[in-house]
């Protein structure tokens, strides 16, 4: 499966813990994205990586998340302290080109106790 | 980007066509309507974009407006599997991001 990936799935954690996140995407893809997805919402942008730069940050975007692509391959999402409010589908997504498709994976559902 | 409107939900029957309304009445000259759906549990998925003429593809055909103020997404022979959330979009390719600015869509049922 050449798609964009999102490891893990799910994860369930305790108000307080930080959490980080996965993302692979399509390996000839330079263009990276991250978004969130609340119950009854469509997805919300939270950044863009061009390579690995990171070139865009949505005001949703707090100081307890940061976001890396260290090498322009795969991406990592962090998410400190979390609180209840950070309980979403967290989306992945990748594309070739500016103003390109962008692929989605599948997304992590974080759940904050 | 301009603002989009789409009514909450639609029914319909296996077999025949869906057609999905969309309003972008502030949209502007150089910004491209965009279709993608979300299947449950599943991330959103690309599906077709136009900017002025009509667009057809494997999936779907995009119909747009003279004016450009209005389309609608035509699924020519829905299935039980087209049963989804379809979001339409209107996206400028101008900036450094491009991205995507989701509302909250037309849920589809496709019936029997």
């Known amino acids: 499966d050449t798609g964009v990936s999102q490891d893990p799935r799910h994860k369930i954690t305790k108000r307080g813990q930080n959490v980080t996140f996965r993302c692979d995407p399509i390996s000839e893809h330079n263009r990276l994205y991250w978004y969130r997805q609340t119950l009854g919402q469509g997805p919300e942008f939270l950044t863009y990586?061009?390579?690995?730069?990171?070139?865009?940050k949505s005001r949703l975007l707090s100081d307890r998340f940061s976001a890396e692509r260290p090498k322009g391959s795969f991406s990592t999402l962090e998410i400190q302290r979390t609180e209840q409010g950070d309980s979403a589908m967290y989306l992945c997504?990748?594309?070739?080109?500016?103003?390109?498709?962008?692929?989605f994976g599948p997304g992590t559902r974080l759940t904050v106790l | 980007d301009a603002k989009t409107t789409q009514p909450p939900s639609m029914d319909c029957a296996e077999g025949r066509a869906a057609n999905l309304p969309c309003n972008h009445s502030t949209i502007s000259g150089n910004e491209y309507v965009y279709w993608y759906r979300q299947i449950h549990s599943q991330g959103p998925q690309y599906i077709i974009h136009?900017?002025?003429n009509n667009e057809t593809n494997e999936m779907a055909s995009l119909i747009i407006t003279e004016d450009r103020k209005s389309s609608t997404l035509i699924l020519p022979h829905a299935t039980l599997r087209d049963t989804a959330v379809y979001y339409c979009?209107?996206?400028?390719?101008?900036?450094?991001?491009?991205?995507?600015?989701f509302g909250t869509g037309t849920r589809l049922q496709v019936t029997l």
């Open positions: 997504a990748s594309s070739p080109r500016r103003g390109g498709e962008q692929f």
């Open positions: 979009i209107v996206r400028s390719l101008e900036g450094t991001a491009s991205k995507l600015t």
């Open positions: 990586f061009q390579n690995e730069a990171q070139l865009e």
């Open positions: 136009g900017l002025k």
